[in-house]
């Protein structure tokens, strides 16, 4: 019988693959004799040399790489459909001072906007315990990763014992992930676009609480594409009317005609984590027993 010295011959699919395997390569390269040669850059294998791969002629290489490893893991994890929770950063929870606050006023708004990290937690609750009867597929909680809204989406999520998603992206404040996103779904981006996608290629629905301009960013992308039929008509639930129409007058985009009166109709308003989850589950026919 052949004797085989080349590591794995079968893939994780089944197929049978006799070639040498790029990891055993690398091991081996790191135990060669070191020499004027083979310390060289040049002689790095390429795809463990890091400087090449963030030179300016590989950015089309990293961003199918920031898609391909988050869609390999999250399918791997039988991951098929999302819930996603957008919203403030700078928002704390209940009884927490607003670190980020630079004046009193904001301060007393941000702290006010503490009811919201509470709903956020409980709409959380209320999507992974639908998660639950699917084996933790369908309606999987995924946030941003960070503090604030992020933080009470992911809390939630692990206080009925469900996993949950965080996309982080690297940013000079606010990047490190909260400590409930479960780990080994805990990503990190350096491409917002490409971090953009990931929110919406397995989104069920889309919970908007109030935020910054990353937040306005994630909403006007998300009804942009719906709007434009680039992506199906799903949940899109605005938490805080009295927020929203404060900072967007939606009614005088459709009164100059710069939208159509019915785009209005893209998206609901709701106060409490039980009227949004009442939406999600009345446009999926959801009953307490099983998920779609």
């Known amino acids: 019988m052949a004797q085989w010295k080349n590591g794995k011959h079968r893939r994780k699919d089944g197929s049978w693959d006799p070639l040498k395997d790029s990891s055993t390569d690398k091991q081996t390269a790191e135990v060669i004799p070191r020499t004027p040669q083979s ?102 909680v995924v946030t941003g990763g960070g503090p604030g809204v992020m933080e009470a989406g992911n809390r939630g999520a692990q206080e009925v014992g469900a996993p949950s998603i965080g996309l ?29 996608m990931h929110f919406l290629m397995r989104a069920k629905a889309i919970t908007i609480f109030p935020g910054g301009f990353g937040t306005l ?22 938490f805080s009317r009295a927020f929203w129409e404060d900072i967007v007058n939606f009614e005088a985009l459709a009164a100059f005609g710069t939208i159509a009166p019915d785009d209005l109709k893209l998206f609901q308003f709701a106060e409490t984590a039980e009227e949004a989850w009442k939406i999600i589950a009345d446009f999926y026919d959801l009953n307490e027993e099983t998920a779609p």
């Not at 961003?63 to 929770?85: A, F, P």
């Not at 960013?217 to 799903?234: G, V």
Request: one cysteine or more; glycine letters at 2%; a negative charge.
């Open 217 to 238: 960013d994630e909403f006007f992308e998300t009804i942009t594409l719906i709007q434009t039929k680039r992506m199906a008509p799903i949940p899109l639930i605005l």
């Open 39 to 140: 310390v060289s850059s040049s002689y790095t294998l390429a795809y463990v040399d890091e400087e090449f791969l963030c030179r300016e002629e590989l950015r089309p290489v990293r961003l199918q790489l920031e898609l391909l490893k988050t869609e390999m893991i999250l399918t791997e994890r039988n991951i098929k459909s999302t819930v996603v929770m957008f919203g403030g950063a700078r928002i704390p929870a209940p009884g927490e001072a607003a670190w980020a606050a630079k004046n009193d006023i904001q301060k007393k708004n941000l702290e006010n906007a503490s009811i919201y990290y509470e709903e956020a937690r409980k709409f959380a609750q209320l999507c992974s315990q639908q998660a639950q009867h699917s084996g933790y597929q369908e309606y999987v």
């Open 168 to 196: 982080n992206i690297v940013l000079p404040h606010e990047q490190a992930p909260n400590p409930y996103v479960t780990p080994e779904l805990s990503f990190n981006f350096h491409y917002f676009a490409i971090r953009k």
